[in-house]
C-alpha cells in the first residue's frame, strides 16, 4: 500500500506540473480566480480558438484545478473544490512574485472588464424590456424594501453559514445576504435568469455565490449542505409545492433553517395567465403542515398587508436529530 500511494503521489504532482506548465493554462486560472467565466468568454480574452481554450481547459480539468458546469448550450468554468487547490495557487502566486506577472495579465483584467460589462448591459436590456410586468406585480404588494428588512430581521442575529437561494432568479437575495455567508449558491431553471444574476453580483459581493442551473425538486447539492436555505417568491409556481420543501429538507443541515416568503392566499386569478402564478398564495396551516411533513418545525414570522396582496414570512428548522430527507 505504501508504494501505491506514494505512487499516486506523484503522478498527481506529475499532472499537476503539467498543466500549470503553459501559460495559456497559467492565464486561464488566474482569470476564472477573479470569476466565474464561460469558455466562449475566455476565447475571447484569450485571443484564442475555442477548440484551443477547451483543450487546455480539459487538461486543468483532468489536473483536478478546474471544473466544469453545463448551463442551457454555455459551459462555466470554475475553481474546482479540491484539497490541493488552495497549496496549489500559493505556489502559482509565488512564482509570480518572483518571475514578475505574465506579460498579458493586464490586458486580461481589463477585457474581464469588458465581459462584465457585458453582463451588465444584458442585465439592464432585460429589465427594460420585461420593466412593465415587473413593476405591475410589485404594484400588488408592500414595497420590496419592507420586505428585504424583514427578511433580514427574521434571520437576525444568527449566522447564515453555508446559504442557498433556490429559485434565485435576478439574484438580488444573494446581493442581499450572501455578504454575511460563509458560503453561496444561488439556483435557478432558468440558464436567462442565470445571466442575469451573474451579471448583479459579479464583482458586487465579497463572496462571489455559486450559480447553478437546476430543479427544486432535484437540487444538485449533496445530502445536509445548507445551514441556510431562502425560498423567495418561488413556490407559487410550483403545482406541488410540498415536493419542493422535501427536498429543501434533504439539503438543510441539522440544525440549519429555511425562509419561505409568499403571499398569503388571495383570489386574484388573473396572476395565471398574465405572470404564470400556479397557486394563489398560502395559507399559515398549509405551509406549516407541509414544512412539518418535511420533517422541518416551522412558525409564521410576519405579515406585511398589502393591497390586494399580502406577503408572508414563514422560517423553518430542521431538529438537530432529523435525517435528511430523500426527494
Known amino acids: 500500500y505504501k508504494e501505491f500511494f506514494i505512487c499516486m503521489i ?13 501559460p495559456s493554462r497559467l492565464r486561464i486560472l488566474a482569470l476564472i480566480r477573479q470569476t466565474e467565466l464561460a469558455v466562449g468568454e475566455l476565447a475571447l480574452i484569450l485571443g484564442q480558438s475555442q477548440p484551443r481554450v477547451s483543450r487546455h481547459i480539459r487538461i486543468l480539468v483532468d489536473a483536478g484545478l478546474v471544473a466544469r458546469r453545463k448551463e442551457g448550450s454555455w459551459m462555466y468554468l470554475s475553481l474546482a473544490q479540491a484539497p490541493f487547490l488552495e497549496s496549489t495557487l500559493a505556489l502559482v502566486d509565488r512564482f509570480e512574485r518572483d518571475n514578475g506577472p505574465d506579460p498579458e495579465s493586464h490586458a486580461d483584467i481589463a477585457r474581464i472588464a469588458t465581459i462584465r460589462a457585458e453582463r451588465a448591459r444584458f ?9 412593465e410586468n415587473w ?41 442581499l445576504l450572501a455578504p454575511h455567508a460563509t458560503r453561496a449558491w444561488g439556483i435557478d431553471r432558468s440558464p436567462e435568469m442565470l445571466r442575469l444574476a451573474r451579471g448583479k453580483l459579479d464583482g458586487g459581493v465579497h463572496i462571489l455565490p455559486a450559480l447553478l442551473q437546476g430543479d427544486i425538486e432535484q437540487l444538485p447539492l449533496s445530502d445536509e449542505s445548507a445551514d441556510t436555505i431562502i425560498v423567495h417568491q418561488v413556490l407559487h409556481y410550483l403545482p406541488v409545492p410540498e415536493r419542493a420543501l422535501t427536498e429543501i429538507s434533504r439539503v438543510l443541515a441539522p440544525g440549519g433553517r429555511v425562509l419561505i416568503i409568499d403571499f398569503a392566499t388571495h383570489g386574484r386569478d388573473e396572476l395565471r395567465d398574465a405572470h404564470a402564478h400556479v397557486r394563489l398564495g398560502f395559507s399559515d396551516a398549509q405551509m406549516i403542515a407541509w414544512l412539518v411533513a418535511s420533517g422541518i418545525s416551522a412558525e409564521l414570522v410576519q405579515t406585511l398587508p398589502g393591497t390586494p396582496l399580502t406577503v408572508k414570512i414563514w422560517r423553518g428548522t430542521k431538529s438537530a436529530h432529523t435525517a435528511g430527507h430523500s426527494a
Open 10 to 22: 506523484v503522478t498527481t504532482s506529475l499532472s499537476l506540473f503539467q498543466a500549470l506548465a503553459d
Open 123 to 131: 442585465a439592464q436590456s432585460y429589465f427594460a424590456r420585461h420593466a
Open 135 to 175: 413593476d405591475a406585480l410589485r404594484k400588488l404588494h408592500v414595497d420590496d424594501a419592507a420586505v428585504e428588512a424583514a427578511i433580514q430581521a427574521a434571520l437576525s442575529p444568527e449566522p447564515l453559514g453555508r446559504l442557498l437561494d433556490v429559485g434565485t432568479g435576478t439574484g438580488r437575495m444573494l446581493e
